[in-house]
């Protein structure tokens, strides 16, 4: 996925170092437990809010990415279900073909 799409993973990637960036240094920080809680649900409510555009683009591309494998997807199946019926038809034709002396 991130072969073809590397604006989505660097995003993503980009996201998750930012959010465990902000835990670790509030979490490392030398204050009281009410305090890193009240510094980390701040942080993290205005990286959400500015971040909210990017997340939906990242949805938007990802959706996008897996309607298309499920494209592809369906088109090969198609390949091999056409393919298997064609060997069937080909056997099926062969049979008729043989003389069968069911006499004895």
């Known amino acids: 996925m991130c072969k073809k799409n590397e604006s989505l993973c660097f995003g993503l990637g980009l996201m998750a170092g930012v959010i465990g ?3 670790a240094a509030v979490l490392y920080a030398p204050k ?6 009240k510094e980390v649900k701040e942080a993290i409510t205005t990286f959400v809010e500015n ?11 990802a959706s996008e ?3 298309i494998f499920k494209y592809k997807i369906e088109q090969v199946y198609q390949r ?3 393919s298997l019926k064609n060997r069937k038809m080909k056997k099926a034709k062969e049979l008729e073909g043989l ?5 004895m």
């Open 21 to 23: 960036g902000i835990v």
């Open 51 to 61: 971040q909210a555009p990017n997340v939906q683009e990242a949805k938007k591309q």
């Open 80 to 82: 091999i279900n056409n």
């Open 32 to 37: 009281s437990g009410e305090e890193s809680r």
């Open 65 to 67: 990415a897996l309607d």
């Open 99 to 103: 003389n069968y002396d069911f006499t």
